[in-house]
């Protein structure tokens, strides 16, 4: 349990975001967090308590009574989630033509697939045919590697919802979009809407409805806010449904894999898990229900983060590669496999990092990924993703600056871990575990004599109840990894110097999202009015001192195209408006300073001329 001293500094640090008008016009999705905001300059150990604090913000229960934000634990998200559940149940004791469809870009794609696959599992077990289908914007590839841009076209989502249900006549669809913002989704959300007879729609996303992005969607004739205003309409009657309880700014400004990518798995797990043990065993989807199963996400938590030490050990090992150009391995079992796959690509949206510098890789590969479009391999090299293209592309190289962390639970084959864990010895003596095993059925002995005191092993009362109750607790060691892999691929940039204050300042602006976030990046850091800022942005980003017309009228989404062809975007506008030099001056000037952080410090603070 958290002590008094820091119940008080996490209670009063969200009254300051929770406060009208902080960071206004944002919305606490791109707010940058009162918790964070040295975390630049934090060690390891800091790092990891701060990201725990900001977590915690998820499960914080309402604060005042007549609070402007509704918290997860809030009686309205509460009644929503039964109804929502009580939808579930519904399909699953009649499922003849009916699907259950979670959608989203990014993060929010690859959880909508992660608990798609889950939940068809469970299905399996109770010898019943699949009823969920994912779709992630850009498809399959995107659950590997970032494809941002097909997040900003509405028709295209509608055109895929609109494949994905052919035949069905009842579909429930579930659109995630953390920040109520992506345009994708909001064509799969109008689609849904205008077709009411086949299709309940719901909305998962962590802004209040007055939050979600009202700016023009190019080529569509409706905002993000306008398709929640019409569902709001109809949440009377029952024929959509928003689920939206804010859960804090994020610990790196805007990233929403972070606390958006945790409340989504929380939030639909719970939900899911209730219209399940509903249709199976007859248990009842009550107010009590819901508030036991938030709790016991809210106690992984607890017991995650009591591994402080532990996990800042490993959060520093792999800083440390990363300082030295070398690289971090996650070699994961099952899903906690796919969430080392999914952390290690967020990497690259995230930090502008290099594809390489993290990566994921799982037993069996594709075949135990389960993926619609099946081996991706042949896509190219960041598509290989087993255990075995890891021994035969990655081993060979790797060295004492690699840090190679194994993921794994006490269902997995140890004999397996073993045999790995023997060969990447041989090579780094920098491997770490991440394991989980629950009381009465624990590791054998000898995982310390592989990893020595490498391991963060973390030991789980078993759940009491039926076989799918032992899918909670692989649901919760999956929340207990996410947490313990992003402070790891988190905290590792950060002490790499990738991140200013507690902004991720390097991104690249590959959809109108991160365009948005760029320009308000430099309106904030240099005081500039917001067409100077895009202006400097354009220009960096075009690598050129003087704007065209062209390039200066044109479309936005032809710049987020551009964007992928140009480093340092952002940095160099930055320098630029700081010190009124050109664009090549700037990156002469980057380029002398290697670590970005430093870079935009010295800038603005005007130590480096
Ligand atoms: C965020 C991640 C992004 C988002 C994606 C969807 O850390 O890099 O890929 O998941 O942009 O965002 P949203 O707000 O629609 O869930």
Redo the contacts with the bound molecule.
């Keep these: 349990m958290p002590g008094q001293q820091e119940q008080h500094s996490r209670s009063r640090a969200a009254q300051e975001w929770e406060s009208p008008g902080y960071e206004s016009p944002l919305p606490v999705?791109e707010q940058s967090n009162p918790l964070s905001r040295d975390i630049d300059r934090a060690g390891p150990g800091q790092i990891v308590r701060v990201l725990q604090e900001c977590d915690a913000e998820v499960f914080q229960g309402d604060l005042e009574p007549d609070s402007q934000y509704k918290r997860l634990y809030s009686e309205s998200v509460v009644q929503t989630l039964k109804k929502v559940a009580e939808r579930v149940n519904a399909i699953l004791k009649d499922p003849e033509d009916c699907l259950i469809v979670l959608s989203?870009?990014?993060?929010?794609g690859r959880i909508a697939f992660l608990l798609s696959n889950t939940f068809n599992r469970i299905l399996a077990r109770h010898q019943q045919r699949p009823v969920y289908s994912y779709i992630i914007a850009g498809g399959d590839r995107a659950l590997l590697t970032?494809q941002?841009a097909p997040?900003d076209s509405p028709s295209l989502g509608a055109q895929v919802l609109k494949e994905t249900c052919v035949g069905k006549k009842n579909v429930l669809f579930i659109g995630?979009?953390?920040?109520l913002?992506?345009p994708f989704?909001a064509g799969q959300l109008d689609f849904c809407l205008n077709n009411l007879d086949t299709f309940t729609p719901v909305l998962v996303?962590f802004n209040p409805a007055h939050m979600a992005r009202n700016e023009p969607i190019h080529g569509w004739p409706h905002t993000f806010r306008q398709v929640t205003e019409r569902m709001l309409d109809m949440l009377e009657t029952q024929r959509a449904f928003i689920l939206n309880p804010v859960v804090g700014p994020e610990a790196i400004s805007?990233?929403?894999?972070?606390k958006?990518g945790t409340a989504t798995k929380v939030l639909l797990e719970s939900l899911l898990l209730l219209g399940h043990r509903a249709a199976h065993t007859h248990r009842e989807i009550n107010h009590q229900a819901i508030l036991d199963c938030i709790r016991a996400y809210e106690r992984v938590h607890e017991i995650t983060y009591s591994k402080i030490e532990d996990l800042a050990g490993v959060v520093g090992k792999a800083g440390m590669s990363l300082q030295k150009q070398g690289h971090v391995y996650y070699l994961g079992w099952r899903t906690l496999g796919v969430m080392g796959i999914i952390d290690a690509s967020?990497c690259v949206?995230?930090f502008g990092a290099d594809p390489w510098d993290i990566r994921g890789f799982m037993s069996g590969g594709f075949s135990e990924m389960n993926n619609k479009d099946g081996n991706l391999s042949s896509l190219g090299p960041e598509f290989s993703i087993d255990h075995k293209d890891f021994m035969d592309n990655i081993l060979p190289s790797l060295g004492e600056h690699d840090t190679v962390i194994f993921i794994f639970t006490v269902d997995d084959d140890f004999g397996d871990v073993e045999k790995l864990a023997d060969q990447v010895k041989l090579k780094t003596s920098n491997v770490q575990a991440i394991c989980h095993e629950h009381r009465g059925h624990s590791f054998p002995t000898k995982v310390n004599d592989i990893f020595l005191s490498n391991i963060l092993k973390i030991n789980w009362i078993p759940p009491a109840g039926d076989a799918d109750d032992s899918f909670f607790m692989r649901l919760q060691w999956e929340l207990s990894t996410k947490w313990m892999l992003n402070a790891i691929s988190t905290g590792a940039h950060i002490l790499k110097g990738k991140v200013y204050k507690n902004y991720m300042i390097d991104l690249k602006v590959t959809?109108s999202?991160l365009y948005r976030r760029a320009i308000g990046i430099l309106q904030r850091f240099t005081g500039c009015s917001w067409m100077q800022g895009e202006r400097a942005l354009l220009k960096a980003l075009y690598r050129v001192e003087e704007l065209s017309e062209e390039m200066a009228t044109a479309d936005v989404s032809r710049h987020t195209r551009a964007a992928n062809m140009s480093d340092r975007v952002v940095p160099t506008a930055l320098v630029v408006l700081q010190t009124g030099c050109s664009v090549s001056q700037a990156q002469a000037q980057l380029s002398e300073c290697p670590v970005i952080r430093d870079a935009v410090e010295a800038c603005l603070t005007s130590v480096c001329h």
């Design positions: 999705t989203g870009c990014g993060t929010s970032s941002e997040e995630i979009t953390c920040g913002s992506a989704v996303g805007g990233s929403s894999r972070m958006g967020e949206p995230t959809n999202k």
